[in-house]
């Protein structure tokens, strides 16, 4: 009778086993695990393994967990009946099903749930060893299941991993907030928003382009040459439509020495002009600038009118952030006043402007504020004007030659409305 009490006992753990490693090899982190096996972890190979066959995997565990409850079951009847005759299995039916619950299934599975590493590694050796020699049971198991699937058109094939799509992997990069810093976070969501950004979206608006009109008087070129900050210049004639190519102002460092440039020899160092359509991904023109060793481009619109400029440096910046502050970096476009309002100069970049502020605005539309403001009105304002950008109040404080340059903003009135709701 002690040998049937020794075995009940080992029944209920090879059950707490059988029952432990499903939960613990279900929740394995699938991604982890492939690492690791890349790294070459031979224990992470062996559970990726048996993953790879979940059908497989599965029927060995449940023929062993289903073997282990039954045969305890018959086992405490036995000692039921010896100790309490019939009356005795009533009892034992609720006490062995209690100490099941317990002891072979609730337990071991919210062992497996909270650390499945530590429970499914350990048991993906016996597993493999019970998977060899249970393998006509498990195969006669599985060929039926499987049959009965396919009956409602699941087919059961080798698991394969499906690759994460880019919203899972910035839900990822929330998640691992604690593991990584702050910036680190925001450069690896910028470089997966650079799939939903466009070259429209951060090119240099045509009216804002700095470049060389060949119209000009030649010490006039000569005075921007010498003074400008960019490294690359548009060159044209009287309208940026007539574009005759782009100079790299590092090329004429010899001959402003000598005092030999003339507007003959700069035509001659211009390189053709690089036109961008702006519907280009801005990732895809990235990896365009850099298969052609070019930092700046032209963007044209659908039909061939050039729109904007843009550069090596809009495009890193987009990932980066400012590299340094300026007169024209977004940052320097707000100003935040004592009565809780913003006055914001209407060229910003609606982008810019709520991820500097986090406002729930529109940025599938128009790109700047003020765009945004005209689309709402129908009309360009000649006066002050209040509206309403998505809720948000806004006041249109100064107009200028038909150009919206500063509005007024209202982000807590917007709060308050809201919170009332």
Known sequence: MLLLFIALIVLIILSAFFSGSETGMMSLNRYRLR????????????????????????GVILIGNTFANILSSAIA???????????GIVVVTILLTLTILIFGETTPKTLAALYPERVA?????????????????????????NAILRLFRVKVTKQKF???????????????????????????LRI?????????????PRNEIYGINLDDHWDSIMQQIITSHHTHLPVYRDSIENIQG????????????????????????????????????????????????????????????????IN???I??????????????????????????????????????????????????????SGLIIEELEMIPTRKVCLRLSGYPVEVMRVRDNRIERVRIWPKAFREVKQGF
Not at 44 to 52: F, G, K, M, P, T
Not at 318 to 340: C, R
């Open 312 to 314: 090596l440096k809009d």
């Open 162 to 188: 499906d690759p994460l799509s880019t919203e899972e992997i910035r839900t990822l990069v929330y998640e691992a907030s604690s593991k990584i810093s702050v910036n680190y976070q925001t450069l690896l």
């Open 192 to 204: 997966l928003d650079l799939e939903t950004v466009v070259v429209e979206d951060v090119m240099v």
């Open 316 to 369: 890193l910046e987009e990932i980066v952030g400012e590299f340094s502050p300026d007169l024209d970096s977004a940052a320097n476009m707000i100003w935040q006043q004592k009565d809780g309002s913003y006055l914001v100069d209407a060229a910003i970049n609606i982008r810019d402007l709520i991820r500097l502020t986090k406002w729930q605005l529109p940025f599938s539309g128009p790109k700047t504020l």
């Open 121 to 145: 590694y350990p048991a993906a050796g016996p597993l493999r060893i019970l998977l060899k020699i249970l393998h006509p049971l498990v195969w006669l198991s599985n060929t039926v299941a």
């Open 77 to 87: 009847t036995l000692i039921a009946v010896h100790y309490f005759g019939e009356a």
């Open 246 to 309: 782009i100079i790299d102002l590092r090329n004429l460092f010899m001959d402003l020495s000598a005092g030999t440039l003339t507007k003959a020899k700069l035509l001659t160092l211009l390189d053709p002009a690089y036109l961008v359509p702006e519907a280009t991904a801005v990732n895809v023109q990235l990896l365009n600038f850099q298969q052609n060793h070019i930092y700046i481009g032209m963007v044209i619109d659908e039909y061939g009118d050039i729109k904007g400029l």
């Open 35 to 58: 690492h690791r096996a890349r790294k070459g972890d031979k224990k992470s190979a062996e559970v990726a393994a048996l993953l790879e066959r979940p059908d497989r995997l599965l």
